[in-house]
């Protein structure tokens, strides 16, 4: 009955206002729990706290104001600023995390040891319940020492295990609202000691705070009067009047920030602004005046102020010492009294102003700096055409070019100046300028490179152009050609512009397609293709054509599109090339056009004194293997065919022995002494081109190609027909009859072999075996191969043999 009495009485009371503070480390769930006490749903992607924010709820007669504060670890000192106004703190921790423990440990130990929180009452929230991993109560307890300290402190305790989680408001976590609730009764409780001491603690703060603001007044007054004493020393020094305070409040008229401005007003204060502003420029000139000639009757009259003021503080002093000048003590940069008369001594203890001085010194003229001329195209053709470099531009080409005296002297004598330009200016339309790669009527009066043809021409400005970039700029844009690749080996690449030139000029003439009929063949394609001739350019010669149609810049140009130039399909078409036809001269060309090709790609040159050895050597090494390619490939031994034999023995699929071996060794060696490769002829056929007989060259060639081939060698009497050679795996299956007899063929093992007529449709597990690429030529007498499938059924012929 007593209880229902009190209960009403309550009712009737009015809440009271009171402070909590919910503390804790970051992370622990403070913000979510407030949400909770004040009935808002919590955001699942809530920010950490920065600072402090509070939250106003009502619970049990209290009208509670939350104390929200961040719980990281930089804001954890102003935990304290609010100590002092709570009635009871809520410390949150996160069940979940073991490892904090150690750390909310001395956090609350922290706080509970505060004067201001000592004796106040503590609701511990072990937050998260709701996780699986979290903390027994018991543990909590004993990992937060909580009733040590909180005893120490006489501090009530109380501790709930809570999930923020379950539900907000009026369905919030059970356990939490118990723990609100005797957090509440037990302020409730002492609240006629807690009441005196928040309002003194209160009023503490308030006195603390405001002297804090009252000192803090003060020296801002101090200061500004300072300033203020400084603003006006400048003026007496400067003669000007002092300015009417310009605080922005100015234009605000009679408190009111939306009055109507006076325009009037404004002009005048602009007016008397500038006329202050002249005024001060006046006097300062004048300062300066005076002291430029007190500088100069002390010294020299040719010394002008700005070499006066380097003099020797020790000049000054005695100088000072002479006219009776103020000393002041201790300060060396006083005594240099720049500023006349009326200076000051703080004036005078700033160091001399160079600049001002400068403006009296009579003929001294500021020398502007000159504009650095780069070196341009123009810079260079400019000089090469006089044949002579400036002094500038030579020192900019070495460090450039990293070229030395030689380099230099070649410049001047060759054209490689043209390649050497730096690409700085943009040269204008039809303008004379010759630009690295570049092709037009000035260079082509003169044109050294002219037989090199439009493919070594641009080639041979590629290299220049990867010289003047340091070899840097072009290769990116090259990556994937391989030429441009072995050029970035420096070991390989000697730095002597002359050497490197004419190594390059000989093999590209050596192995460049005639030109004379390049441009010729281009303009025909150029037709066929619909390519137009531009009509803007007045010039209609083949070499400008050429270029404006297939834009020919040796720069840009990448290996495949130089390739596809000279070796297009369709070009390879009209020469009668193709990989594909039946022809087996058109494939014998083809084939030889592609090692050309291949050849292009690795220039050389091969006189010897001039080729650095490792070039040499693998450009020895690239030919030979070339060779021994074409070799073997076509007169049936090659190495793959020879190892895969020996695989195929291994797995079981054909007899191998010694002996066997040795015959394939003699084969391979005796045919590779006696067939020339179409690289060879190749050769010999460049040197009968290069002798003027070009225009019959597809002729010459095809017949030296075909003498060759056709024409066995004298001391192998036994070599088989030469077309062989050079025919496919397939012709030699449709031809096997020739070579192979249905007669038994003894072996050197005694042992009666049936040879068998194999036609194309019999090989067929030949093809399918992928054994079919790697057919030897056949020879009854003793190039004997045998294969044999494991599961063919030799029950009607015994063994196959090849
Ligand atoms: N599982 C679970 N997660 C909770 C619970 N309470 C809070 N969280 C999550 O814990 C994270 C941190 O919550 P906050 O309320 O921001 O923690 P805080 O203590 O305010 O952190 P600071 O502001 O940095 O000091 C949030 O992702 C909440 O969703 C809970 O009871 N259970
Ligand atoms: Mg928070």
Redesign the pocket.
């Given at each position: 009955m007593g209880n229902c009495v009190s209960l009403l009485k309550r009712k009737k009371e009015p809440n009271k206002a009171i402070t909590l503070a919910i503390i804790?480390?970051?992370?622990?769930?403070?913000?979510?729990?407030c949400s909770v006490f004040t009935g808002e749903t919590?955001d699942?992607d809530?920010?950490?706290?920065v600072g402090f924010r509070n939250v106003k709820f009502s619970h049990s007669n209290f009208d509670v104001t939350l104390f929200?504060v961040?719980?990281?670890k930089s804001i954890r000192p102003i935990w304290k600023t609010y100590f002092g106004e709570v009635f009871g703190i809520m410390y949150?921790l996160d069940s979940?995390s073991r490892a904090n423990l150690l750390e909310a440990r001395e956090v609350l130990r922290d706080a509970l040891e505060h004067p201001q929180i000592s004796g106040k009452p503590i609701l511990v929230l072990a937050?998260?319940?709701?996780?699986d991993d979290h903390l027994e109560e018991v543990d909590i307890v004993h990992g937060l020492k909580l009733e040590e300290t909180a005893n120490a402190n006489n501090c009530p305790s109380h501790l709930v295990m809570?999930?923020?989680?379950v539900g907000v408001g009026t369905k919030m976590d059970k356990e939490l609202q118990d723990g609100l609730q005797w957090l509440l009764e037990k302020i409730r409780g002492s609240l006629s000691e807690l009441e005196p001491r928040v309002a003194s603690d209160i009023r503490a703060a308030t006195e603390r705070r405001d002297k804090e603001r009252e000192e803090r007044k003060a020296r801002v007054q101090r200061q500004r009067e300072e300033r203020e004493k400084e603003e006006e020393r400048e003026r007496r020094r400067l003669g000007t009047e002092k300015e009417k305070e310009d605080s922005e409040d100015d234009d605000i008229v009679d408190g009111n920030p939306f009055k109507a401005l006076d325009m009037d007003t404004l002009k005048q204060k602009e007016q008397r602004l500038k006329e202050e502003k002249r005024r001060k420029q006046e006097r300062m000139r004048e300062l300066d005046l005076e002291d430029g000639r007190f500088r100069r009757s002390k010294d020299d009259s040719s010394l002008g102020y700005a070499s006066g003021v380097r003099r020797s503080l020790d000049d000054y002093q005695l100088e000072s010492r002479a006219g009776g000048r103020e000393e002041s003590s201790g300060n060396n940069y006083a005594a240099l009294n720049l500023f006349g008369r009326g200076a000051n001594s703080r004036a005078s203890a700033l160091p001399p102003l160079e600049p001002l001085g400068s403006r009296v010194v009579e003929g001294a003229e500021k020398k502007k700096p000159k504009k650095k001329k780069k070196l341009t195209d123009y810079h260079l053709d400019d000089r090469d055409e006089e044949g002579e470099f400036g002094h500038a531009e030579k020192r900019d080409a070495i460090g450039r070019l990293g070229l030395n005296v030689h380099d230099l002297d070649s410049l001047n004598r060759d054209h490689d100046v043209h390649d050497l330009t730096p690409r700085v200016t943009k040269p204008k339309k039809n303008n004379k300028v010759v630009r690295a790669g570049r092709i037009d009527e000035h260079e082509e009066e003169d044109d050294p490179y002219r037989d090199l043809g439009v493919d070594g021409r641009s080639r041979y400005k590629n290299l220049a152009s990867l010289r003047q970039n340091n070899y840097e700029d072009v290769l990116p844009a090259k990556r994937g050609n391989k030429d441009m690749g072995r050029l970035n080996n420096n070991d390989r690449f000697p730095r002597d512009l002359e050497r490197e030139n004419s190594l390059y000029r000989n093999s590209l003439k050596k192995i460049s397609p005639p030109n004379m009929t390049r441009f010729e063949e281009d303009e025909e394609d150029d037709k066929d293709e619909g390519i137009e001739e531009d009509s803007d350019n007045g010039s209609d010669d083949a070499v400008d054509k050429y270029r404006r149609s297939r834009n020919v810049n040796g720069v840009n140009r990448n290996r495949k599109s130089r390739d596809q130039d000279v070796y297009s399909s369709r070009d390879r078409k009209l020469r009668g090339q193709s990989r594909d036809s039946d022809d087996e001269e058109e494939r014998d060309d083809y084939l030889s056009h592609s090692i050309l090709k291949d050849t292009m790609r690795f220039p050389t040159s091969p006189t010897d004194d001039e080729v650095p050895v490792d070039f040499r050597k693998e450009m020895e090494r690239l030919r030979n293997r070339k060779v021994n390619d074409y070799r073997s490939k076509h007169n049936g031994i090659d190495s793959d065919n020879y190892s895969s034999s020996r695989q195929n023995a291994q797995r079981g699929m054909r007899r191998y022995d010694d002996d066997e071996e040795d015959k394939l060794g003699n084969a391979r060696n005796r045919n590779a002494r006696n067939v020339r490769s179409p690289m060879e002829d190749e050769e010999d056929f460049n040197s009968v081109r290069h002798s003027g007989q070009s225009e019959t060259r597809r002729k010459k060639k095809k017949n030296l190609l075909r003498s060759n081939k056709l024409a066995p060698s004298d001391d192998d009497e036994n070599e088989p027909p030469s077309s062989h050679r050079f025919s496919s795996p397939r012709m030699v299956q449709e031809h096997g009859s020739r070579n192979t007899s249905d007669a038994d063929t003894p072996t050197r093992h005694g042992r009666n072999v049936r040879t068998t007529h194999i036609h194309r449709q019999d090989s067929d597990f030949g093809m399918k075996w992928g054994l079919a690429e790697e057919l030897p030529t056949v020879d009854s007498n003793y190039n004997v191969t045998r294969m044999r499938h494991p599961n063919f059924d030799d029950s009607d012929g015994g063994d196959v043999v090849f």
């Open positions: 804790g480390l970051d992370n622990a769930g403070k913000t979510t729990l919590p699942p809530i920010a950490p706290t929200d961040g719980g990281g949150v979940s937050n998260k319940v709701d996780k809570v999930s923020a989680l």
